[in-house]
């Protein structure tokens, strides 16, 4: 009698201990829903892994006015650039993930940098979610202003005729400018010496100056010295020509379909960030990129652009990864 009135005791007690730990759990999948009802109330911070006045930065601040109406909340910019914007993505991976820290990404620190650090501070594809693509923007092809070529397929041509006496300038070691330049040369069959410089005026001085024959880069940074008759351009690197520039031929035209070479930015939040909070932020954050406003001021910059779903994000950074993965690993570019 004594020893089943124990055991009915015990019993009891596991039960009710098992009953408290379901409520717990219960409580804690129910403040999901709440914490993302309830965001945001308080600031949120976008980490911007570039210098003030990049394109980055001008992206940023071009919605930050329209967020902060629709939240009615402060979006507070943080520049974070150095190490290709690991630094900056760093900090983001390693945030709260309450949705009150993100961050605009691209192609450096996402797809090209896994490639390129022996070891990197994070795994973009695991520490971080896509939220949106933001915008993406083609190189446009420089040459000095007495090259023979008029356009991109003259170009390849006398390209070929060059040898191994060609020389390409870049904007750096391992960016955008650089890998679109080796995508090319590997799909037009022709060869060239890499010479980087530290950004875009110096290199595109070089090619001004005819120190270097040609540059990959995006449009306005070029603009100068195309205006002042220096430089001329030939070619751009996006799959269509440019509104802005439709005398410009495609890679695709001088007969090499399917060429597809774009720098390219995003947001993104730290991985376990809640999945309303993350639908929350893509339906805001395209809405802003609606505005006429901020398109027009993208536009002007020779921006396209973004837009669209997380899952169609993160599908495009996946197939990025892919090709340039293959590019980087083939020319062996290491920047550690």
Known sequence: MET????????????????????VCLVGLTALPVLAQSWPNKPVRM????????????????????????WGQSLVV??????????????????APDGYTLGIGFNGPIAFGPFMFKKMPYDPAKDLIPIV???????VLAV??????????????????????????????????HLSMELLKATAGFEATHIPFNGS??????????ETQALLAVEPALLSLVQGGRLKLLGVTSPQRLPS???????AEAGFPGFDALAWNGIF???????????????DINAAMADPAFRQNMLKQGLIIGGGSPAQFKSFIESETRKWGAIITKVGIKLD
């Open 144 to 177: 000095p202003a007495n090259h023979p070529a008029s356009n991109m397929r003259e170009f390849i041509a006398w390209s070929k005729a060059q040898g191994d006496k060609l020389s390409y300038a870049s904007v750096g070691q391992g960016s955008s400018s």
């Open 78 to 95: 943080e520049n974070k650039p150095g190490a290709g914007g690991t630094i900056g993505m760093d900090l983001v991976a390693k945030a």
């Open 245 to 251: 520039r439709p005398d410009l031929q495609t890679v």
């Open 4 to 23: 089943t009135l124990k055991t009915s005791i015990i019993r009891r007690s596991l039960i009710q201990k098992a009953i408290a730990s379901l409520s």
């Open 133 to 139: 693509l933001t915008s993406s923007q083609p190189n």
């Open 201 to 210: 005026p110096p290199a595109a001085l070089s090619v001004a100056q005819n």
């Open 269 to 283: 939040a730290p991985a376990g960030t809640p999945a309303d909070i993350i639908a929350r932020l893509n339906t």
């Open 47 to 70: 980490v911007v892994p570039a210098p003030a006045g990049s394109s980055l930065d001008v992206i940023v601040r071009a919605m930050a006015d329209t967020l902060r109406a629709g």
